[in-house]
């Protein structure tokens, strides 16, 4: 049999690499770190412990690369987003929808940003570029904040990094809560029904708080 040319054992290889991110990124969403196994990740994806090592080096090691990527997953998604910089009521409102449409489609993404915080950020603060790679975030947010205020119709009291928090605390709560919230108040937030409304609110919360005049 023929070997195969370098190119398709390169894409083999960057198959076989996204594939074990995405299994890994189940399993350490279900399961939290000290849960989650190396033997299982294997047998979802029908490869080795041998294989897992030779691509990432370690469980620990496969934990990080599952973090980096769940949070380039949220960063390149704001990087596509297109906005309307002549409407800057518009284009904060779409950027805050578009978050959230993205926390809902990634709910693996907030269990893992809730295990990393109960231990206390240990393992995100080896990923040195991921507070670079997060300042398109607010880079952005600047932009249209500053659109807003040259137009007159933003307040000139408030951040992007506030926008930023507030946008992301409503949309983590979202899947973070959904149980709990959902029993206490009989209410089902994964409703599909409930999914326009609840992605309009985050839209009418920021325009509103962004709008209102200051004091």
């Keep these: 049999m023929a070997a195969k040319p370098k190119a398709e054992l390169q894409r083999d290889a ?3 690499r996204a594939e074990l ?3 890994a ?5 279900e399961s939290g770190y000290s849960g989650a196994r190396v033997d299982e990740i294997a047998e979802r994806t029908r490869t080795t412990k041998r294989m897992i090592y030779y691509y990432f080096g370690g469980k620990e090691q496969l934990y990080l690369a599952v973090l980096e990527d769940a949070y380039r997953g949220i960063r390149e998604a704001e990087q596509k987003l297109t ?3 002549t409407n800057p009521v518009e284009a904060i409102r779409r950027l805050a929808e578009v978050t959230f449409d993205h926390h809902i489609a990634h709910d693996a993404f907030i269990r893992l940003v809730s295990i990393e915080n109960i231990h206390r950020g240990e393992f995100i603060r080896q990923l040195r570029d991921l507070p670079e790679l997060s300042q398109p975030a607010t880079s952005l947010l600047d932009d249209i904040l500053r659109d807003g205020r040259e137009a007159g119709v933003f ?3 408030v951040t992007a990094l506030d926008v930023h928090l507030v946008i992301s605390s409503y949309c983590v709560f979202q ?3 959904r149980y709990t919230f959902g029993y206490l108040f009989d209410v089902d937030l994964t409703d599909i029904s409930q ?3 609840l992605r309009r609110m985050i839209g009418d919360v920021i325009v509103g708080w962004l709008t209102a005049p200051v004091g």
């Design 14 to 16: 960057e198959r076989t």
């Design 21 to 23: 991110l995405a299994v």
């Design 25 to 29: 990124t189940e399993v350490f969403a």
């Design 83 to 85: 906005v309307d910089h």
């Design 155 to 157: 307040r000139s009291d």
């Design 175 to 177: 899947v973070a809560n």
């Design 195 to 197: 999914r326009a409304h």
